[in-house]
């Protein structure tokens, strides 16, 4: 018997026996209804969003490839590209009740340095008077909150860039951040739209949950 044949059996779960989180097996009978409703519910949820997941991947493959061939049909055509290899372009039905773009965002992250600019920038809304500037402090606040995953959000660093405050201190601490920017590789996007009635205006196509 190999390896992968004991662990096959070491792993099966006797008839009546649940195995809970901490990977202990439990009797179904010593385990309260309501945590057997619950993982019902789970197990019969997840495969299906488990399959849009893949479905979706695929057509971003496939949508992805299309547009990639259509912009090598036009460049033999015309001589011309239609974007470029890494371009943005926006696709239109003929109609023009559809409209797929792909788009590419540059991927930022920071390095060690933004710990020297969040340093001068606490020094400076020390050294600033109470009042006048508590919307700053709100913003600055907001800027240096972590996700979950605790990275820095690169969108309210970059907000807090736009800021134009005449403060030498405040100039170093900025410059300090451009310096912590650094590109870590690009992003691809499929986003989908459809025409509002007959006006020039689009919605898009949700294709995740939180948008539905």
């Given at each position: 018997?190999?390896?992968t044949q004991q662990e096959s059996q070491s792993s099966i779960i006797p008839m009546g026996y649940r195995q809970n989180a901490s990977g202990h097996l439990v009797p179904e009978s010593a385990i309260r209804e309501q945590d057997l409703?619950?993982?019902q519910v789970v197990q019969s949820l997840v495969p299906k969003a488990l399959e849009l997941h893949n479905a979706l991947q695929a057509f971003k493959q496939l949508a992805l490839?299309?547009?990639?061939?259509?912009?090598?049909?036009a460049g033999e055509r015309y001589g011309a590209k239609l974007g470029g290899k890494k371009g943005n372009v926006s696709l239109?039905?003929?109609d023009g009740r559809y409209k797929i773009q792909r788009a590419f965002r540059e991927v930022l992250a920071f390095t060690e340095e933004i710990e020297a600019a969040k340093g001068l920038i606490d020094s400076c809304l020390s050294r600033w008077s109470e009042g006048a500037n508590d919307n700053i402090r709100a913003v600055v606040s907001q800027a240096f909150r972590t996700n979950t995953k605790g990275e820095?959000?690169?969108?309210?660093?970059?907000?807090?860039m736009r800021l134009t405050i005449e403060d030498d201190e405040w100039n170093r601490a900025m410059e300090a951040l451009r310096d912590a920017l650094k590109s870590i590789g690009t992003a691809v996007y499929v986003r989908i739209y459809e025409r509002i009635d007959n006006t020039d205006q689009y919605r898009p196509v949700p294709l995740d949950l939180a948008a539905l």
């Open positions: 018997m190999n390896h409703l619950r993982d490839q299309d547009i990639d061939d259509l912009i090598q049909i239109t039905t003929y820095i959000k690169t969108g309210k660093i970059l907000d807090l």
